[in-house]
């Protein structure tokens, strides 16, 4: 069975910071690019960034770029993503994905794997 937990949400002040943590189970993702994802009340999942399975890579989408940043550790099949300068605007529900259906990186449907969720809110 496969398992990506998320972790690390909360509720911070606009301009804070949080960490996000991710870990798989079941099956060793270091071969595979890994994700985030949120999704705010009425809207659609949207892609947040990438990070190749050597790490040597990552992108980002525009609205979080210089603010966040990804990472992964392999050893010990997790992922994060530190989140700085906060924005209420960056208030969703972050889902981490992991696996690969081909398809581009910031497409969902490129992703076999999703984890449950962690809420971040950003109050002003």
């Known amino acids: 069975q496969v398992q990506l937990v998320e972790s690390g949400g909360g509720l911070v002040q606009a301009g804070g910071s949080l960490s996000l943590s991710c870990a798989a189970s079941?099956?060793?993702?270091?071969?595979?690019?890994m994700a985030w994802f949120r999704q705010a009340p009425g809207k659609e999942r949207e892609f947040v960034a990438f990070i190749r399975w050597s790490g040597s890579s990552t992108y980002y989408a525009d609205s979080v770029k210089g603010r966040f940043t990804i990472s992964r550790d392999n050893a010990k099949n997790t992922m994060y993503l530190q989140m700085n300068s906060l924005k209420p605007e960056d208030t969703a529900i972050y889902y981490c994905?992991?696996?690969?259906?081909?398809?581009?990186?910031?497409?969902?449907?490129?992703?076999?794997?999703w984890g449950q969720g962690t809420q971040v809110t950003v109050s002003s």
């Open positions: 994905a992991g696996g690969t259906n081909g398809g581009r990186y910031y497409d969902t449907q490129r992703y076999g794997y």
């Open positions: 079941g099956r060793t993702f270091s071969n595979y690019g």
